[in-house]
């Protein structure tokens, strides 16, 4: 139940991506990365492993207090270690899923904008529901990155055994 807690939110004005590396063996693996605070409105973008072991992509955007989207993925639960990644570009209305530098899901027409408001703080291992953490991650996770651009499927390739150097745009 190790979680890494940062109060620091990127602005994710015109898209974000986020990636990791992961290992799980269980079904419901939890969240990886979660974007969220307070009631949860205005929730941002968050990856998780589901019920079934699958890399899920969930969103919201405006003022709703739920999840506008879930996008599913690939199984990532086989006890192996896997790259993922996710994109969320805004102005092309874009959602991706990558596995291991590979895209793998896509889906367009995201409606409305990102609800940005109530996002104070970034989750590794854990989302939270008002003041309690919930849905941790069950397995390994380590090298968290995020940006606040959707990177490219090159830019996400190039940089899956690259060690960033902190000179890197956001």
Do not use: C
């Not at 109060?7 to 898209?15: D, H, R």
């Not at 990636?19 to 998780?48: H, K, P, Q, V, Y």
């Not at 995020?146 to 830019?155: F, H, K, L, P, T």
């Amino acid at each position: 139940n190790d979680v890494a807690v940062t109060s620091l939110m990127p602005s994710y004005a015109g898209g974000a991506t986020q990636m990791a590396w992961i290992r799980t063996s269980n079904g419901d693996g939890g969240a990886l990365i979660a974007g969220g605070g307070g009631e949860w409105s205005n929730r941002g973008m968050g990856l998780f492993i589901d019920p079934s072991g699958n890399l899920v992509l969930l969103g919201s955007y405006g003022n709703t207090g739920v999840w506008n989207f879930a996008m599913v993925g690939p199984r990532a639960n086989d006890g192996q270690f896997h790259h993922v990644a996710a994109t969320w570009h805004l102005i092309r209305k874009e959602k991706i899923i990558y596995i291991n530098g590979m895209r793998d899901a896509s889906d367009t027409g995201l409606e409305g904008t990102w609800g940005q408001n109530d996002l104070s703080a970034l989750f590794a291992g854990s989302a939270v529901n008002g003041s309690t953490r919930s849905e941790h991650f069950n397995g390994a996770l380590d090298e968290v990155r995020i940006w606040q651009v959707a990177r490219s499927e090159d830019q996400i390739r190039e940089s899956v055994f690259r060690r960033l150097n902190g000179t890197e745009p956001l």
